[in-house]
T-cell receptor, first 113, second 114 residues
Framework: EAQVTQNPRYLITVTGKKLTVTCSQN?????MSWYRQDPGLGLRQIYY???????DKGDVPEGYKVSRKEKRNFPLILESPSPNQTSLYFC????????????FGEGSRLTVL | GESVGLHLPTLSVQEGDNSIINCAYS??????FIWYKQESGKGPQFIIDIRSNMDKRQGQRVTVLLNKTVKHLSLQIAATQPGDSAVYFCAENELTGGGNKLTFGTGTQLKVEL
């Protein structure tokens, strides 16, 4: 089954404690991306990757890091989380880049206290 | 389940009726327009897309209409079912030299009443 898998699905942490949200896709897609979803703001892109070892900033990259060492994995790293990073996070891979069709993971609800 | 947005516009329809969800877009240079469905506690799921040089496209029980004159996009769902209850949002995709620029709307909550 084609899917994008994120972990953890839910996480409560404290300010400053480094965390990583993992993302893995089994569709051999080259393009992957991270979004955050906040009430009234829709989905906003954090970082994206066009291929292994190729990453670039999206619209809201501050406070986040990513890496793309393997094609299937695209982890999101919060080195020093802050309360304004409390959000619902989605990883996605591109089924068709030209149309903008994305396959999304189930989401990771992060709360930073 | 997960709440994807507070104070989202809400459309309530009776089961079996047709639903029309609207979206205004801003970028006249967008090449594709896409509709996504997001059920509570899940990630967005692709429904249908339409290229900018088209004004209508039909899928299974869904039709997307594009009016470039007024920058308006709509999603019509025929014979709405309880399983259609979700947040629906549009996205516009502009192809650029370096890849693409995908911008999402904030969504409309569709509630199907039995």
């Amino acid at each position: 089954e084609a899917q994008v898998t994120q972990n953890p699905r839910y996480l409560i942490t404290v300010t400053g404690k480094k965390l990583t949200v993992t993302c893995s896709q089994n569709m051999n897609h080259e393009y992957m991306s991270w979004y955050r979803q906040d009430p009234g703001l829709g989905l906003r892109q954090i970082y994206y990757s066009m291929n292994v070892e190729v990453t670039d900033k999206g619209d809201v990259p501050e406070g986040y890091k990513v890496s793309r060492k393997e094609k299937r994995n695209f982890p999101l790293i919060l080195e020093s989380p802050s309360p304004n990073q409390t959000s619902l996070y989605f990883c996605a891979s591109y089924g068709r880049l030209t149309t903008g069709e994305l396959f999304f993971g189930e989401g990771s609800r992060l709360t930073v206290l | 389940g997960e709440s994807v947005g507070l104070h989202l516009p809400t459309l309530s329809v009776q089961e079996g009726d047709n639903s029309i969800i609207n979206c205004a877009y801003s970028n006249s240079a967008s090449d594709y327009f896409i509709w996504y469905k997001q059920e509570s506690g899940k990630g967005p799921q692709f429904i249908i897309d339409i290229r900018s040089n088209m004004d209508k496209r039909q899928g299974q029980r869904v039709t997307v209409l594009l009016n470039k004159t007024v920058k308006h996009l709509s999603l019509q769902i025929a014979a709405t079912q309880p399983g259609d209850s979700a947040v629906y949002f549009c996205a516009e995709n502009e192809l650029t030299g370096g890849g693409n620029k995908l911008t999402f709307g904030t969504g409309t909550q569709l509630k199907v009443e039995l």
